[in-house]
């Protein structure tokens, strides 16, 4: 892998609505292995953010523990990252989350961060439906221990070692439809065509954006026999959709959904457009998503772009109907009651 | 058996089922005692069980303002079938038994030593209610009554608790009134009243109030300006959220828009809620949770990355006696070193060590300055003992002024105007660094926090010589901390006393009176409380101006005797170990036998 990036860039590459290049969203040089998915999947976040013209310090990214949540470091260099305690990111995540609601939040988790051991806290941010968009770099072993298999390894997929694995993979997408995640996907990294658009419909949606990326392991997980090798998530893609994340002061405005296309309204006047590949199925409906997730998996085929959306989600915040002011701006006048109240309390325990 | 009149000097203990409704009752009892102006300090001793086990609540009353547990039952108010047998062979020779008289006492269940006072309080119930649900109720407010007019109190200072009690469900307060009424007047017709144990007013209890630690640590929250609280449910700290959540729900809510301006989540586990502390603390919110044993276990990775990456984070751990699960109802102060150097690799936490509910408070606001100045958590040590129980307390104040501290945070101005900024440089030599928070500034400030080695300015290093400089920066650090932590009181210093008591927490009751229990026998020592960690010189220094310590704690292994030895080279001789560990709140009897035990056994002349 080369550790020299050039400084030079193209002058005539365009600067994004808030006047940033492109190389602004970009942070450190990668020390990942030479061709990584995780960099595709950090190139692609790049891309999105600086497309979506994300003011890199609105943003904070937060990882936990293995390699791929050591990818903050080489993606948006200027905005703020956390790289906490292996698997509990989700939990550092709420807590940033419920200090500041104004900031953008994007929790970068592997397999076996997220479904081993940061399954309870995984789990748990679904279902309080965390206002984040989550990926997982998901690899199907662990690269930093030297390729143990990992939860989402498929039974029968073979390692570099040419041991077979014996268990079930956790599928996460199933899990975070079945919790009730509002916003699922799954893609790629070696499609970037399709990665980034989701990865701005996620970012853009108000709750928890789940998108499972396949992400071949390089150095221990690509060989032949293994499931999430390039060649064979190549070989067994069957996507959902093309989709596009359209900002809603574009033409699209008042788009009616015709032939194969569906535009999907998302809460900040911004729209998903849904160009149908899948036959029944349709993002808005739960039960056809994991019908559909369940004939793929059936079908030995990997089902990726968009699989579910639900356009009404309520995020922790508004669940727990905090103020609009975040929280970490409230001043002492107005955090801390008078010493005349606190007389007041006194004489309830007199 | 003709006995001497002992005046607002005795135990009462009510031997209840939980689940039962007495508890609003036996309250009633202590705060009356309180109301008299009688010092007053009630414990309850509790199952861990939700309905249907043996319950007590034990009230000491003492005018000297003695307010640890006594062993030694004067009247036992004896209402749980259940335990019948055991509460009578608990009383003291000569004291008395309050009990149901509706059905007649087996034999066995006599003494020839105690007084007996039967009142047929079920009998009293079935003639003057008919809701059934009620009888059990009313059978309550019927001993109340009773133990009045035995005592000699003053029945209008339970009628006016009724009211209070009662004034959102004005319907119930004919029928309590009723039944107080009732115990009332089947004692004074039947026994001769008062008994010999009598209390009289006095008006001992100025500006003190009467409430438990976990409610004080609660409440301080709300005015240290937490505005996030993630927990998971564990006794006996639940009740400390409840608290938050309670004057939260009171202070907190925006009048315009009745939106929150906190937000409480019980998290998935102890680890998660101590995660959402780090989270929130980062994000520049005064966050907290709270926990017992078991809680600060599951949260020491956690605790190891506030340390090391300098994060605030403020934790109450309401000690309960382990180790694992351990007695969960019962109290012990048994976490000092599992708190002081929770997580792996070299870590060391500051811990405060409040002995009051007043102190709880204050020590709360302290507690938040403290995480927030240093960036680094702030254990708060309180037990089940005060957590859970109600102490007669000096009332709750703000420091005149009273400011957040919130330390050394870099506005976006900061930032601009700043040559250099990095987010562990230690540009004040105090090795405290200066932060930002996320969102602060367009272009500068933004960093990457990591549990993983960095260096000055942030970023990873596997450089040892660089990692070893953050390590003594943190030690730096440490070193400041030390001379910005609460003292110790020091409860007494005469230079010519060689030998004294040291202790912490809730011991202090237990203490203060058995160094008078000891004084009237000739032992005169010096004292001193300890309030927090690191020890500050005062400590050190009143140490080595004795040749003797005698140390209380309630837990086995001296924890905090080794945390004196371990950071500051104390002899081990010289420190003398006195430790209850039983579960229940230490008594001045047991400390003031212990020390005079270790004096027997190792003769030492004291001044």
């Known amino acids: 892998m080369t550790y020299a990036r050039p400084t030079f860039r193209n002058p005539d590459l365009p600067l994004n609505k808030i006047g940033r290049a492109r190389k602004e969203y970009e942070g450190a040089i990668s020390t990942l292995c030479a061709g990584c998915g995780h960099d595709s999947i950090s190139g692609a976040i790049i891309q999105a953010c ?77 279902r309080r439906n965390l206002n984040i968009l989550y990926i997982v770099m ?15 390894a498929d039974a029968g997929s073979i390692n570099k070692s040419g041991a ?140 990726t772009g968009l699989i579910y959306v639900d356009t009404q ?35 309830l325990y007199q | 058996m003709s006995q001497p009149v002992l005046i607002n000097d005795l135990v009462v203990r009510f031997a209840t089922v939980n689940g039962t409704g007495s508890a609003s009752a036996n309250n009633m009892f202590a705060k009356a005692v309180y109301r008299m102006g009688i010092p007053v300090t009630p414990k309850n001793i509790f199952p861990s069980n939700i309905q249907g086990l043996p319950t007590w609540y034990e009230v000491r009353i ?109 319907k119930l307060i004919p029928g309590n009134i009723q039944a107080l009424h009732l115990g009332m007047n089947y004692a004074e ?33 709300v005015f240290a300006g937490a505005t996030v609280g993630s927990w998971y449910p564990i006794t006996p700290s639940t009740s400390l959220m409840n608290a938050f959540e309670k004057w939260c729900t009171k202070y907190r809510i925006d009048a315009s828009t009745g939106r929150k301006n906190f937000a409480m989540i019980q998290a998935e586990d102890e680890l998660a809620a101590m995660g959402m502390v780090l989270g929130a603390s980062w994000n520049g919110a005064r966050a907290f949770t709270s926990t017992s044993g078991p809680g600060l276990s599951l949260m020491s990775e956690f605790l190891g990355l506030s340390y090391f990456a300098e994060i605030p984070a403020v934790l109450f751990d309401v000690q309960r ?74 009332a709750f104040t703000l420091r005149d002024n009273y400011q957040y501290n919130r330390g050394k945070v870099m506005t976006a101005k900061d930032l601009d105007d700043a040559k250099v900024w990095g987010r562990y440089l230690d540009i004040d030599g105090d090795g405290i660094p200066y932060r930002t928070i996320p969102g602060t500034h367009p272009s500068k400030g ?56 040291i202790y912490f927490g809730t011991s202090s009751y237990a203490a203060v009176e058995a160094m008078d229990i000891l004084q009237n026998q000739g032992i005169a020592l010096n004292a001193l409380r300890i309030k927090s960690f690191p020890f500050t010189e005062e400590i050190i220094e009143f140490i080595h101006a004795h040749d003797t310590i005698y140390l209380v704690e309630q837990n086995r292994d001296a924890q905090m005797r080794s945390l004196l030895m371990i950071e500051n080279a104390i002899p081990p001789s010289k420190i003398k170990k006195v430790l209850q560990f039983n579960g229940m709140p230490i008594t001045a009897q047991f400390i003031s036998d212990e020390i005079q035990k270790i004096m027997q056994q190792a003769p030492i002349h004291h001044s």
């Open chain 1, 50 to 126: 600086y497309e979506m013209a994300i003011e890199p310090h609105r943003l904070a990214k937060l990882s936990g523990i293995g390699c791929s949540s050591k990818t903050p470091t080489y993606f948006l260099g200027q905005s703020h990252g956390f790289n906490s305690v292996h698997g509990r990111m989700p939990s550092v995540a709420t807590g940033a989350a419920m200090a500041n609601r104004d900031l953008i939040y994007l929790g970068v988790s592997g397999d076996g961060d997220t479904a081993s051991i940061g399954m309870g806290q995984f789990v748990h941010a679904i």
């Open chain 1, 138 to 152: 998901n690899n199907g072993c662990y690269g930093l221990t030297k390729g143990q298999d990992s939860a989402t």
């Open chain 1, 164 to 303: 077979e694995n014996q268990f079930q993979g956790i599928d996460l997408c199933g899990l975070g439809l079945e919790l009730g995640a509002t916003f699922v996907a799954r893609s790629f990294s070696g499609d970037k065509q399709q990665l980034i658009p989701l990865i701005k419909a996620g970012l853009t949606h108000p709750g928890f954006a789940l998108i499972d990326v396949v992400s071949p392991c390089v150095t221990f997980n690509n060989n032949a026999g293994s499931t999430k090798s390039y060649d064979y998530t190549r070989e067994h893609m069957e996507a959902t959709a093309a989709i596009d994340l359209v900002p809603y002061r574009e033409e699209i405005l008042h788009q009616q959904d015709k032939g194969t296309i569906k535009y999907i309204p998302l809460h900040d006047e911004s729209i998903i457009a849904v160009n149908k590949l899948a036959a029944d199925w349709d993002p808005l409906d739960k039960s056809s998503a994991m019908r559909k997730l369940a004939q793929a998996r059936n079908e030995h085929e990997i089902l």
């Open chain 1, 313 to 347: 989600s309520k995020d922790l915040h508004t669940l727990l109907n905090t103020s609009d002011t975040p929280l970490n701006q409230l001043s002492q006048t107005v955090l801390m009651p008078s010493a005349e109240i606190l007389g007041k309390i006194n004489k």
């Open chain 2, 62 to 170: 003492n005018e000297k303002g003695y307010l640890g547990r006594r062993d030694g039952i004067d009247i036992m108010v004896a209402v749980n079938a259940q335990s019948l047998k055991k509460d009578i062979e608990s009383v003291r020779s000569g004291g008395y038994l309050i009990y149901d008289s509706t059905k007649t006492l087996g034999e066995d269940f006599i003494r020839e030593d105690l007084h007996y006072i039967g009142i047929p309080m079920m009998s009293l119930c079935m003639q003057h209610y008919n809701d059934p649900r009620q009888h059990l109720l009313m059978k309550n407010m019927i001993y109340v009554g009773a133990l009045c007019a035995l005592l000699g109190m003053e029945k209008e200072v339970f009628e006016q608790l009724v009211q209070e009690q009662f004034a959102k469900k004005e």
């Open chain 2, 189 to 221: 017709s039947n026994f001769e009243c008062p008994l010999p144990y009598r209390l009289e007013r006095r008006n001992l209890n100025q500006n003190k109030i009467l409430t438990d630690g976990n409610n004080a640590c609660g409440l301080g929250a």
């Open chain 2, 321 to 394: 006696s382990g180790p694992s699960t351990g007695m969960p109802t019962r109290t012990q102060q048994s976490d000092v070193l599992s708190a002081a150097y929770a997580s792996h690799g070299d870590t060391k936490h500051i811990l405060l060590f409040p002995s009051t509910p007043n102190e709880c408070f204050d020590m709360t606001l302290t507690a938040f300055d403290l995480a927030e100045f240093f960036q680094t958590a702030v254990i708060v040590l309180t037990d089940l003992d005060l957590g859970m129980n109600d102490h007669l307390t000096d």
């Open chain 2, 446 to 501: 933004s960093f990457f926090t990591r549990g993983s080695s960095h260096d000055p300015m942030a970023a990873y290093t596997e450089d040892g010589d660089v990692y070893a400089d953050g390590m003594r920066r943190l030690e730096k650090k440490w070193e400041t901390i030390r001379s910005r932590v609460p003292g110790p009181e020091i409860v007494r210093f005469d230079p010519s006393h060689n030998e004294a008591i």
